[in-house]
């Protein structure tokens, strides 16, 4: 994976969202490489007045969710930057890679099993399909 300077990390908060972390935080030890970690809040395009309020107070709590995960890179000299965005995730995901001209997205798979563990998961599915560069999905 030379070439690599900016990677997106696609967090979730699932396990494999977890171990997708975990994977890129070894992979920075590695080499210079400049690390994005983004949630995405999908809500309704049109909230009125009484739900701002609750989206308000849940984009404080994902921005602290991803603060805390930015510490673990900071635990390892490393540095990542936060980004929470709203939106249809996979399509926020990508608009934001091509906008920031990003590398690689990384995300994590859907933590099923049986049958279901043959599908990716919408999100990871969406990326692998549209995105406009590589994705690595970590299961």
């Not at 994005?36 to 969710?65: N, Y």
């Not at 995730?89 to 934001?96: G, T, V, W």
């Not at 279901?116 to 990871?124: I, M, P, R, T, Y």
């Amino acid at each position: 994976m030379m070439g690599l300077s900016k990677v997106l990390l696609a967090y979730d908060g699932s396990e494999n969202s977890q171990k997708a972390l975990e994977w890129l935080l070894n992979f920075a030890q590695q080499t210079t490489v400049q690390t994005i970690i983004i949630k995405v809040l999908e809500f309704p395009v049109d909230l009125d007045s009484v739900m701002e309020a609750g989206a308000k107070s849940l984009r404080k709590s994902l921005m602290d969710q991803l603060e805390k995960v930015a510490g673990t890179f900071t635990e390892k000299g490393l540095s990542a930057k936060k980004i929470v965005l709203e939106g249809e995730p996979a399509s926020q995901l990508i608009q934001y890679a091509k906008k920031e001209k990003v590398d690689l997205i990384i995300c994590g798979t859907r933590g099923l099993g049986g049958f279901e563990s043959l599908l990716l998961g919408s999100v990871a599915h969406k990326l692998v399909t549209h995105s406009p560069v590589p994705v690595l999905v970590i299961k």
